[in-house]
């Protein structure tokens, strides 16, 4: 390591508050102003020292946190405070007693939550658990396969749609045989699941001969396609304006209040999660999860060790799919409306932003990251404007820092304990 | 025919849009292997920085071909360091990291600076006024091409052999390619691949803002937004062309731009954005290294 004075520190920190002095100026001192087609341009001088004190304080925290990281990664045993607590915690949590104990609290709060909160803090958290399937899904795909998936809300959107153009070309044959329309979602969730997996079966065709950041683009444009396809069918499917009244799920044909109602979908949605987290978990320990985790290692010592490159891409994208096929249909019901603004690329991106930021392969990570991206705007509106504006920062200082999220991926251990070597 | 021959020219002026735009995600892709998606706003910021100097000098009735000069030369300087601060801290700390990862803070970045400007300035439509000249002796052919379209094929073709020398003659352009072939190998005989990368995003960015002020002025408006799209279908053109290669990202535009516009003249105008896409899955599916692309195979 190289030794630096403080004061070299704060001069270099000093010279890069001028360079971002000067390039921010146009952008953040000038505002420009159209009134009568002519350009008028207003100066905002408050805002240069603020950039200046600003670059320069994050300068400084940037180079520590850098060399802290370096460090860090030279001395893996290095332990702050963080470190402690996290080993702590993992200490404890290996207890069954503990986790066990720990599982059950967060359940059983889960299940009194929308009794305890309003129905607002419902729908809110069945948006939480939409994201979380979805998070889950795209994990698959991302984290265990390590293929790049750009148009994943496209699979959301299949089964949104599914659900949506059931209703509007079956439902009225199903309301004049006397039965529920909200039939119609049991029979969509299963069938959502499977479009969609044949949309990701479609979708992975051209892309299997393709590698990383070609994959990322087709799958861009294959989303965005969708999305195109969606808006300008309007005789089918009903164009920009979308699909409304979607019926809400069947229950003994109870009629639901809009409260009991979200109170219903929310149990649907906790079912439907603890579902996918099993499954998912499943896969991971699998033949088939392993063969991806290999994949994504690295593809061409997989094809040598006799691993079906293009089956296992198959399987990824089928399995990923499905997951955003059954998020859609869950969506479709809870908002009642759907169109083709719900699943643009930015959906994509923020599902994607879930998984990096939370930890990519990781299944809490996936959870934990799209229940902070999807809570935190709830609860902090004031700054709804700089949400995406966060989001994008937090992505790159995730993936600068702590490449592997914030709960990262276990790595599968095995460890000889004596007992067993002994027999 | 004549329908045809309009299609064509409408189809040729935006085509050379995208190669300026192109051929500088292709000289990143070509060096560091990143599909830099920040390249768009890039693209944005240029035409902002152009937008906002413009009307300052012009407000202070400068003549207008010294607003152009200014508003356009400025716009290249503060773009090209754009380029090279986001080149520093988002993507050098991740170099040898697996690709996946600066390809996720190219989009973070792409996130940021787009978020930064709507922000900053305004999420509205601005008019842009376009200082361009205009020429006279184009006026009988306008219904085939106006002087604006004539300007952007232009600089689009200066701007290609330019580059084309730049790479093939020059010192730092042998280093580009050394680099472009093997970093390790570069570094070991003495490059220095830091400021290789550093000048291949300046020059980037730069082309990038001078494509910014051409295409506001033709476009006649400008909002936070628009370098995504030009971003996207750009790379497209780049990938079609075979991605890393100069006249392969130009080849690759003007085949999409007058695919576009064959395609809204005939088929329908709803799915102008779709070509692009369709005509990148095809080209993937029967060439994946792109028309002009050699083949890499892979190696352990």
């Not at chain 1, 087709?218 to 069918?233: C, D, K, Y």
């Not at chain 1, 809570?375 to 790159?396: D, K, N, S, T, V």
Request: aromatic share 12%.
């Amino acid at each position: 390591m190289k030794s630096r004075s403080l004061l070299a520190d704060i001069g270099k920190s000093f010279l890069i508050a001028i360079w971002f002095m000067v390039l921010l100026f146009p952008l953040m001192v000038m505002k420009v102003n159209v009134s009568k087609g002519v350009a008028q341009v207003q100066f905002r001088w408050n805002m240069l020292p603020l950039v200046g004190i600003a670059a320069f304080v994050l300068s400084l925290l940037w180079r520590f946190a850098l060399e802290w990281n370096e460090k860090r990664g030279n001395d893996s045993r290095a332990g702050g405070p963080l470190a402690k607590l996290k080993a702590l915690t993992s200490q404890y949590l290996g207890i069954a007693v503990v986790r066990k104990g720990a599982l059950f609290i967060l359940l059983a709060f889960a299940l009194a939550y929308p009794f305890l909160f309003g129905m607002y803090h419902t729908n809110v958290m069945i948006t939480a658990f939409i994201y979380i399937i979805l998070a889950l899904g795209l994990n698959i795909v991302v984290g265990l396969g390590g293929l790049l998936n750009l148009g994943y809300a496209a699979f959301f959107g299949v089964g949104a749609y599914t659900y949506g153009l059931l209703w509007k070309y079956v439902g009225h044959s199903f309301i004049a045989a006397g039965i529920d329309p909200g039939w119609l979602f049991w029979i969509s969730l299963p069938l959502a699941g499977i479009i969609a997996t044949l949309f990701g079966i479609l979708l992975s065709l051209p892309v299997l001969r393709l590698r990383g950041d070609y994959l990322a683009i087709i799958t861009l444009a294959f989303g965005e396609i969708f999305r195109m396809v969606m808006q300008n069918s309007g005789d089918i499917t009903g164009g920009a304006t979308g699909i409304s009244l979607i019926p809400r799920p069947w229950l003994f044909n109870i009629k639901l209040t809009p409260q009991k109602a979200a109170t219903y979908i929310y149990f649907i949605a906790i079912v439907l999660v603890l579902i996918t987290i099993f499954v998912v978990r499943r896969i991971e320990d699998s033949k088939v999860g392993r063969a991806l985790e290999a994949m994504r290692e690295d593809e061409i010592a997989c094809q040598a060790m006799g691993i079906n490159l293009v089956r296992n891409k198959l399987i990824t994208f089928a399995l990923g799919a499905f997951w955003a096929g059954i998020a859609g249909v869950v969506m479709a019901a809870q908002t009642t409306y759907i169109n083709p603004d719900s699943f643009t690329l930015w959906e994509s991106i923020i599902i994607l932003m879930a998984v990096v930021i939370g930890g990519t392969g990781s299944i809490p990570g996936a959870i934990g990251g799209a229940i902070l991206l999807k809570l935190l705007p709830e609860y902090f509106r004031a700054l709804a404007q700089y949400r995406m504006l966060i989001y994008g920062i937090a992505m790159i200082l995730v993936i600068i820092f702590k490449p592997d999220g914030l709960i990262p991926r276990k790595r599968k251990q095995y460890t000889f304990k004596e007992k067993e070597l002994a027999k | 025919m004549e329908y045809f021959l309009k299609l064509f020219l409408s189809g040729t002026a935006k085509g050379s849009i995208y190669a300026l735009i192109a051929l500088g995600y292709t000289m990143v892709y070509g060096i560091i292997q990143l599909i830099n998606f920040a390249h768009g706003e890039i693209y944005m910021i240029g035409g902002f920085t152009a937008l906002i100097l413009g009307g300052f000098f012009f407000s202070n009735s400068m003549p207008v071909w010294l607003v152009l000069l200014f508003s356009v030369l400025l716009s290249i300087i503060y773009a090209s360091a754009f380029g090279y601060t986001i080149e520093k801290i988002a993507y050098r700390p991740l170099r040898g990291k697996p690709r996946l990862s600066a390809l996720i803070s190219a989009i973070g970045v792409s996130i940021v600076l787009q978020n930064f400007v709507l922000l900053a300035q305004t999420e509205k439509f601005m008019p842009f006024p376009s200082y361009l000249p205009e020429f006279s002796w184009l006026q009988p052919y306008k219904e085939y091409i106006n002087s604006t379209q004539l300007i952007i094929l232009g600089v689009t073709a200066i701007i290609m052999v330019f580059l084309t020398l730049l790479i093939k003659f020059t010192r730092i352009g042998k280093a580009m390619r050394a680099t472009a072939q093997d970093m390790h190998m570069a570094q070991l005989v003495g490059v220095d691949v830091n400021q290789v990368i550093s000048v291949t995003f300046i020059i980037g960015s730069s082309l990038a803002a001078i494509g910014g002020v051409l295409i506001c002025s033709y476009m006649g408006q400008i909002n936070y937004y628009i370098g995504f799209v030009a971003g996207i279908k750009a790379f497209v053109a780049a990938v079609l062309g075979g991605i890393g290669s100069i006249p392969g990202a130009v080849l690759g535009s003007f085949i999409l731009g007058w695919t576009e516009s064959l395609g809204t003249g005939y088929i329908s105008s709803d799915y102008e954005d779709a070509f692009a896409f369709v005509i990148l899955i095809v080209i993937l599916l029967i060439k994946p290294d792109g028309i002009l692309g050699r083949t890499q195979r892979q190696k352990v």
